[in-house]
């Protein structure tokens, strides 16, 4: 797990930078902003939900203005932990009639696999989102075949290139779905190494595939952070909500 954290620092950054993301992204006007934010500087109970929230995670707990929030436990590839606040997506005013699909590829190694399937679960089930994951081999005619048709059939794709320097399928399965006219989230590893394991080396993006929107980040906790502030925008964007 990471080093120790102080709750009530925690929760009020992740609430601010979540609502500059807000912000920065056209869901939030100036005025309705700075509105929550002075209701979050001014909020004499965070200090005790704060430490409540850490104290019995992950059950929830009720915070003014953002309903109820839950601290969840999400995991890096080298098995340590880290805290995250789940709970601040935008309501829907009425559910979708059915889920969304996300087609997610991702270099199949046991240490990403667990990881990154648990931690996208916690990421997307608030938005009715369900997740479908990508073949193992691609040279196999089945596979690949199956591969197509999960991200024709799809909403959106997630792809992540963790480890995936001399595998070229997760790059394949991002070339697909940018023919196929999918919306997606490309996540490009940036850093070195994780504290506790090595993984592979990372490739980077094929150039004729730079003009994609990126997500680069460090470690899984930059990561879903990047990835849950930036979610709602991403979907209304794609008239996805």
Known sequence: MSGPVDPVVFIRQFIADFLESQLLNGLLSTEEYHVYLRHLQKNTNLTAISELLFENSPDPALVENYGPLRI????????????????????????????????VGHRFLEDIERSLRFNLVHLFEPHQIKLRWSGYDLSARDVFEDVVAGIRGADLCLFDNLGTLNRPNVYIEIGIAHALGKPMLVCEYTGTRFKRRRMPDTGSVPSDLQGLIRIQYRSYEDLFRRLYFGLPAFLEKHQLL
């Open 72 to 103: 969840v436990y999400l995991r890096e590839p080298d098995r340590s932990e880290f805290p995250f606040l789940q709970g601040l997506s935008k309501q829907h005013s009425k559910e979708r009639m059915k889920d969304l699909v996300c087609f």
